[in-house]
């Protein structure tokens, strides 16, 4: 093999065959030019590792090839041959670029040296260039992967943020199924919670599946992928479900596909839940980043599910308190026991008849509940008053709206509620209390309240009336539709009335 490939450049040929066959003698490959032209001629062809060259030549000196070479290849080492041992030349040699100079008459030895030199230090910076090169591909590409991790983590930092902006358990679950799918892009996004009652996952909430696998998915613990890893308490990276032996037969769930993330919902050994994450949009495959992020995401959402969770409880707590109290204002008059109840029935008959979301139906139930609520300030003799009642009386009587709004308002997640609370006696014709306030502006579910609450009020028996029939009560409702009453939520009504007439015991 070749110890490395030469150049000879000298305009007398007796020179240029001495060199040529000492160095062909040592292992180099040489070839040889007899003008600087032919020779920068030879370099643009090929490459070599040195050029020797002779100082002093018509048309092109050596010191014009120096610089003439090394514009064609920076990396050849060129050796200047003198034979006058003119120092100044031979600086000057070095000045443009030379990488060593040697004297006529020379000696063999010393030449054979020198090359041996000039090829190993080429060798040497052709392997720096190269490190050189990878270093700085690396640099890219830690700078990049650096700039994405930075993306990725304030994405994070703000999906953090959203997700545990809300106490409200539904809106934690669709924070997080919103902001995971944006994030990495997904088609398909699901979350299961466990019921350890049930014993059984099921979809609380979900991106990109059907509404037939949302509400029919139940999963035992163990049971396909999301029952392994609630089981197994550990994350799952499937890149093909197909060919994963674990799951190709044993997955019952109906949304797979091929590709899918599966992080269980946990805090230190307690899994509440799993979140599932399948295919995204740009059809790539998955990849150990996404799981990374999917796996820090999976702490948020739990840490905001367990809060919202709680809270929900002493929500509900506080709540049955208040409705204990609501229930005990009614049991003050028998005409009007259980009068909070039976609105809340109707209530929520009217709002899920009109496919209300759950949150508006959950809304009016609890407000239906509490409506009378500011009843409580109002003394025992006007509510149980057989007579009719004087206008003081009446005008306390028409207080009762406002003081549930000052008894309720310390309670923050009841603002809604309050909202429904405060219009429940306000008419679609602007004729009603406290507010006057007229049709559409007056809230959905406190229109509704209304209704339910005339209608309770109708089939009861009064101190100072009789009950009515369900024919005169329907009638009216009738009569009052547009001026007291929203004219499209009593036609559902009386529908939802004359299809199910159980809803009403007169
Ligand atoms: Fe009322
Ligand atoms: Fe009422």
Known sequence: MSKGKIMVIDDEKVMCHLLTDLLKDRGYDVEYALSGKEGLAMARQKSFDVVITDIKMPKLTGLQVITKLKNIDPNTRVIIITAFGNMETAQQSLRLGAYDYITKPFDIGKISFIIKRAVASKELSLTNQKLMRQLKQNNILLEKKVKERTKQLT???????????????EKVLQNIVKKVSILLD???CSILLWDS????????????????VICNTIIRKGEGISGWVLEKKTPLFIKNVESDERFKKRSHEKYYTRSLISVPLSKEKNVIGVININNKKTKKPFTNDDLALLKEIAIEATIAIENATLYKKLQDTHLRTITALTAAIDAKDHYTCHHSEQVTKYATAIANKMKLSLHEIETIKRASQLHDIGKIGIPDYILTKPGKLTSNEWREVKLH?????????????????????????????????PGGTRAENIELGARIMAIADSFDAMTSERPYRKKFSLEKAIEELEKNKGTQFDPKIVDVFVNLLNEKPDLVTV
């Open 155 to 169: 994405l994070l930092y703000k999906t953090g943020l959203e997700i545990s902006s809300s106490l409200r358990l």
């Open 186 to 188: 997904l088609e398909i």
């Open 401 to 433: 709206p406002t003081r549930a709004k000052d008894i309720l308002e310390p309670l923050n997640y009841l603002k809604k509620v309050i909202k429904l609370i405060k219009q429940h006696h306000e008419r679609y014709d602007g004729k009603g209390y």
């Open 197 to 212: 009652e049930k014993e059984e996952l099921s979809i609380k909430c979900a991106q990109g599946l059907s509404k037939d």
